[in-house]
């Protein structure tokens, strides 16, 4: 029995299919569907938000993302709106029918993200904040879960592992890149862990590509498509 034992196809052959009820329309992620989630890192205002959502809309994106509380490496950075940003990204939810996905960083935030957002994402710095994980176990939400900077893909696995421990079997495995020698970029995307994830898994797995790189050129080249008979599946 492997450690991460419930997230693994030994306890669930099939592949997981999570459904993301938004308040105008139904997104699946998971094999056989294509689902694209876009927005800024950061909501900075109720003007610009609101533009980029409605343009997310007519360009075909599935889900918005909108930052609220932002870890930063330096605490002098912009750490986000906090609850002041909520209102702009449950506006933008509603003016684009669209769900919505924002980070979580503390259990204290949970009551006023619980019933305005669809997603909760719980971001690379937090991949390993186990009182987080277990918490977010307990409540019937869809979870985010990306990649530690550093983390092995059995780190990974495990920390949905405390997740779903808790009952909560919505999770949604994200790439997003990690730490490596190389500068070019600001993280390197390790496309051997989506595949590996996927076959240790039953949990949908998807790539955060800008993360990744750290530069707008590169965010589609680096789309991963998997072409199979029927619908096309973005990674």
Known sequence: ?????????????????????????ITRIGTGYCAVIAGPCAVESRESYLDIARFLKSAGAHILRGGLFKPRTSPYSFKGLGNEGLD??????????????????DVRDLESLYDRVDILQVGSRNMQNFTLLEELGRVRKPVLLKRG????????????????????????????????????TRNTLDISAVVLAKKMS???VIVDPSHASGKWHMVSPLRLRRYQPGPTELW
Request: glycine fraction near 6%; hydrophobic fraction near 40%; include cysteine.
């Open 1 to 25: 029995m492997s450690s991460f034992y419930k997230v693994s196809h030994e306890y669930q052959p099939q592949d997981t299919i999570i459904e993301i009820n938004g308040p105008k329309t």
């Open 88 to 105: 702009i990204l449950a506006e933008a939810r509603e003016v684009t029918g669209l769900p919505v996905v924002t980070e979580i960083m």
């Open 149 to 184: 900077l550093s983390a092995t893909i059995e780190e990974w696995l495990l920390a949905a592992e405390y997740i779903m421990t808790g009952g909560n079997r919505e999770i949604i495995l994200c790439e997003r890149g990690i730490r490596t020698f190389e500068p070019s």
């Open 202 to 204: 039953h949990l949908p």
